[in-house]
């Protein structure tokens, strides 16, 4: 997932999250622990409805994970690849630089990638939503 998260302190009043999220049902979440273990780093949480996810949050940890795993995959390759791109340039500029607004439509065509090739349960924002979140116009 790469997501824009409002917020009321900063400057630009949102910022991006990354997190790479893997599900398994409860009785099976000892996988999720191995995978967890394996690769040093996330949490694993248990929810009501008897699923069990790991997360891994933060730029530099879904670039390190995900330039492992997109060899391996077989789902989520075109999510994958679009999360990799986007924070790659965010890790790169995460805390040094402000976005440029030709880095910020970067990273919001990624998340509409990510989006185009994910199930929808629910409306999503468009590009333009998007854009005009980070204050930038179509």
Not at 35 to 63: C, M, P
Not at 76 to 82: D, I, Y
Not at 122 to 130: G, I, V
């Amino acid at each position: 997932m790469l997501q824009i998260k409002k917020r009321s302190d900063s400057k630009t009043r949102w910022r991006f999250m990354s997190t790479i999220c893997f599900y398994q049902d409860s009785r099976h979440a000892a996988d999720l622990v191995w995978i967890r273990e394996t690769l040093g780093i996330g949490y694993v949480s248990h929810r009501k409805d008897g699923i069990s996810e790991l997360r891994i949050n933060g730029f530099a940890q879904t670039e390190a994970i995900l330039k492992k795993l997109i060899p391996y995959l077989r789902f989520k390759k075109h999510q994958a690849h679009a999360l990799y791109k986007a924070v790659c340039l965010l890790n790169q500029k995460s805390a040094r630089v402000i976005l440029t607004g030709k880095d910020l439509r970067k990273v919001i065509s990624n998340i509409v990638t990510i989006q185009a090739h994910n199930y929808v349960t629910k409306h999503k924002k468009t590009e333009t939503e998007l854009l005009d979140m980070v204050g930038l116009t179509p």
